[in-house]
């Protein structure tokens, strides 16, 4: 049971990039831009819109450049933008499509690091390094892959994590991002490691990105806010995964975390009614079958 409920949670919108991504047939633009629309009119205030990535690698992402240049000044007034980037090149991409906020990802794990970005960690932290130095007005979120377990190494200690977390945020971040990348963290553990991480972060923004991998995100949401952290990452529909953990249910999706976040009184801003209208166009234009609870049930009456 959570201790001490906050009055408001934050949830990320990551469909449009970690969600898109998985989706081998390459989804139409306009399909792309009307579902975005459709995410934010629901109230989500932050959305992870695209990927800068090399096309040869994540085809779904050949649009990112067009996916910015519509969205970066239509939803300025009330979302903030967000895109992926795996190093120098794509945040000066980024940066030059009108992007302010980056993701860039760092695993734990030394061996899902190589597999994922094919560099040491020593490595992507020098990249990091250069990226802030090049773009210094830049905001960068550190992703923490593998956080709370790794598909190559297995258990992963929550003294590497924090050893992690310290080069990233001498780097100077704006913001730490705990990735349970393969859906393997458990309440216990998700709770221990956040009182640990949010103590290590002070001041600065920290949320949790957690799969439902194992039918434990939202248990794991609980636990998070538990810990302290009232942010987390979501996948509209439950879409995403990783390719590391083969048949995945994916994301935890934001309609299941909207409607028990509501449930329990802490207030997300999002319309349930709202969000569950984008997640019926996903469900048309990309997945029918979404393994999402409240998509495919539809929404309950709030009291």
């Known amino acids: 049971m959570i201790e001490k409920i906050p009055p408001a949670v934050t949830l990320v919108e990551v469909c449009p990039r970690d969600g898109f991504q998985n989706v081998r047939t390459f989804i139409d633009t306009e399909y792309k831009k009307r579902i975005i629309r459709g995410l934010a009119a629901s109230g989500i205030t932050e959305i992870e819109l695209t990927s800068f990535v090399s096309p040869k690698a994540i085809p779904q992402m050949a649009d990112s450049a067009e996916i910015a240049a519509v969205f970066v000044d239509e939803l300025a007034a009330n979302c903030r933008t967000i895109a992926l980037v ?17 993701s860039y990802v760092i695993s734990v794990s030394a061996a899902h690091n190589m597999a994922n970005v094919r560099r040491t960690s020593e490595e992507s932290l020098a990249d990091l390094r250069r990226i802030k130095c090049a773009l210094p007005d830049l905001k960068l979120r550190a992703d923490l892959a593998t956080a709370f377990g790794c598909p190559f190494e297995g258990a992963v200690p929550p003294g590497a994590v924090l050893r992690l977390m310290e080069k990233v945020l001498n780097c100077g971040v704006s913001e730490i991002v705990l990735c349970d990348t393969i859906g393997i963290a458990d309440p216990v553990q998700v709770q221990a490691l956040s009182k640990q991480a949010r103590k290590m972060c002070g001041e600065l923004p920290m949320a949790l990105h ?14 998070g806010i538990d810990g302290g952290i009232s942010r987390f990452e979501t996948s509209a529909g439950g879409l995403g995964g990783c390719p590391f953990a083969p048949g995945a249910a994916g994301n935890t999706a934001t309609e299941d975390a909207v409607n028990m976040l509501h449930a329990i009184g802490a207030d997300t801003g999002i319309s349930l009614e709202a969000l569950l209208k984008a997640v019926a166009l996903i469900k048309q234009y990309i997945k029918p079958d ?7 049930i539809g929404a309950c009456e709030e009291a």
């Open 290 to 296: 979404l393994t999402s609870r409240m998509g495919n």
């Open 86 to 102: 795996p190093n120098l090149k794509g945040a000066q991409t980024a940066w030059d499509s009108g992007i302010r906020t980056v």
């Open 210 to 223: 957690l799969h439902d991998t194992r039918g434990m995100g939202l248990v794991n949401i609980c636990a």
